[in-house]
């Protein structure tokens, strides 16, 4: 049986002496700067080339705006558009450009430039033929299984027993990461920005999964990196299949792990060819995210091979920070963001995952099926040095969103992915004050086989609401103004809190499966101290259990445990 919906691609890029000219693909080339002298932009006025967004992540994380945040000069692009048929990406980040120039000659002078360092290594074209990578990648190891969910959504007990989201057949993707119990505390993505980069979005602005994004303003926009000023929605229908993991709201049928989410849609892959264009494509999709101000990036992209075979990587290239797509995507996480993406689909020919997914900070996502088995096709990486994959997900015979608007299960990393950051942003709602590193870090030590990490699913499939108990273990921002005791307790607990001004509170209490078991709503505090006394608690089992408190302007969340008299 074939398997998978990821790309699998790509190339290394070898940097050459300022006069070396080579292509990124047929007629285009990436023209790297020397600097960004005399740039009109300056670091003290970021709120011309970042949003409020972006600044405000970067304020919460420490994280300093430098010269990379600044863009690519733009006197410098002036003076090489003479030369050169058009412009079609910028990276400040790599400070340079992607160009079309149909002239040799032209692009002869380009690298001649004074303020231009190198124009980058290309064969003949006629040598790309017959490479086993020339057909298109997303078809080739694709299975697709048309199923109607009608009928099985009703005799599904899970299902029954989870009207509340009405899941239907994909309950078992979410649950299987302990999202829904996230879901039940009212952790749906809300106020969280993901972008993703896909190939394209067909349909999106039609299909009914999608049509309570649209209605909310959920999607904020899109952009076309591979066709300037082209219409993702008319394109591939992987980022489509994609979204629907994260955002689709089809009641009984499909619920995302993140369906209160915003989206940006960004396209950086074309289908159609494999040229190193493709990782400057997505490295300038991911400066975009970083200035319009996402908080995740999920790639559902995997670059291997390239039509010019002198450029393939090779595992060895694949070592946390030399290709170009991995050097960016561990760039967006030094920006605050954090970066989930694909392991990829050769688990049965490859033995390191694809780039960018071998990056230091990115969280790679590899693939299991229903009883948490390691999918076959799933990308083995490593577990000595580093461990590769990071974490894993449903991924063989997950329930997404078809073309027609029907629901469908389909296999690959690619899938396994997108649920996963769905509920890195739900994680990160009720965690809002953490960095980036903490959050992914707190996933990793939420996994399964965290004691005892491999090559094949990493730390484990990670339990989210765990996750969000590893945060509260180390404190939060608010927990100065609240404190529980006695903590272990036996018969109850009281709560101290100092508040800021008069407020309503809600309190909760959860198990490790995240159900609630006490809730105390709308409980009104004074100005200053306050001591909130739960005598009445229900009859507990001894174990851990996560205590809630929200107020109008912070969330804490910390771990108790509940031991016999």
Not at 317 to 328: E, M, Q, R, V
Request: charged content about 20%; some cysteine; glycine content about 8%.
């Amino acid at each position: 049986m074939k398997k998978t919906a990821i790309i699998i691609i790509t190339a290394l890029v070898i940097w050459l002496s300022p006069d070396a000219i080579a292509q990124v693909a047929p007629q285009k080339y990436f023209v790297e700067f020397m600097d960004k002298t005399d740039s009109p932009f300056s670091i003290d006025r970021p709120q011309e080339f970042l949003s409020s967004r972006a600044i405000e992540r970067r304020q919460k994380q420490g994280i300093p705006i430098d010269e990379s945040d600044l863009p690519v000069n733009t006197n410098y692009i002036n003076r090489v558009r003479v030369f050169t048929n058009s412009i079609l990406t910028r990276s400040k980040w790599f400070n340079g450009i992607t160009i079309h120039c149909l002239n040799p000659a032209m692009v002869d002078s380009i690298s001649r430039l004074p303020f231009v360092k190198s124009v980058t290594k290309n064969i003949k074209r006629n040598e790309y033929i017959n490479n086993e990578y020339s057909d298109n990648k997303f078809i080739k190891d694709e299975v697709i299984l048309q199923v109607d969910f009608s009928d099985l959504a009703k005799k599904n007990s899970d299902y029954n027993r989870n009207m509340m989201f009405e899941y239907g057949p994909s309950y078992r993707q979410i649950n299987m990461l302990n999202g829904d119990s996230l879901h039940r505390l009212g952790y749906r993505g809300q106020g969280k920005v993901i972008a993703i980069l896909d190939a394209g979005f067909s349909n999106v602005d039609k299909l009914v999964a999608f049509d309570s994004l649209w209605s909310n303003n959920q999607i904020l926009g899109t952009k076309d990196f591979v066709n300037p000023g082209g219409n993702v929605f008319n394109e591939y229908e992987h980022g489509m299949k994609v979204l629907s993991t994260i955002g689709g709201n089809i009641p009984g049928q499909l619920i995302g792990t993140a369906p209160k989410a915003d989206f940006w849609l960004l396209r950086s892959e074309d289908v159609n060819s494999e040229y190193i264009i493709e990782e400057y494509n997505w490295i300038s999709a991911a400066e975009f995210a970083d200035s319009a101000g996402a908080d995740i990036i999920n790639s559902s992209l995997g670059y291997l091979t390239f039509f010019d075979t002198t450029q393939n990587h090779t595992c060895n290239d694949l070592n946390g920070n030399s290709t170009p797509i991995t050097k960016g995507a561990n760039m967006a996480f030094n920006k605050g963001m954090i970066v989930v993406n694909s392991a990829g689909n050769s688990g049965t020919s490859w033995k390191c995952v694809s780039a960018p997914a071998d990056g230091f900070n990115v969280l790679a996502v590899a693939a299991v099926d229903s009883n948490g088995i390691r999918a076959g096709f799933s990308s083995v990486g490593e577990a000595t040095h580093r461990i590769k994959p990071n974490v894993a997900a449903l991924g063989e015979l997950a329930v997404v969103s078809s073309t027609i608007g029907t629901i469908m299960y389909a296999n690959g990393t690619s899938y396994s992915s997108p649920i996963i950051a769905g509920m890195v942003a739900c994680l990160w709602q009720a965690a809002p004050t953490w960095s980036n590193e903490s959050v992914k870090r707190s996933i990793e030590l939420s996994g399964s086989i965290v004691m005892t990490p491999d090559s094949l699913i990493g730390y484990g499939i990670p339990d989210f609401v765990k996750a969000l108990q590893v945060l509260s273990v180390g404190g939060s921002p608010g927990q100065d103004q609240v404190k529980v005791y006695p903590n272990p307790f036996q018969n109850g607990l009281t709560i101290s809190l100092v508040s800021a001004k008069e407020q309503e509170f809600d309190i909760s209490l959860c198990n490790q499966q995240g159900i609630i078991i006490f809730s105390l709503l709308k409980h009104r505090v004074t100005k200053g101290e306050n001591s909130i006394n739960l005598a009445n608690l229900p009859e507990l089992q001894n174990g851990i259990y996560l205590l809630n408190i929200s107020g109008s302007d912070f969330r804490v969340h910390t771990k108790v445990i509940k031991m016999k008299n």
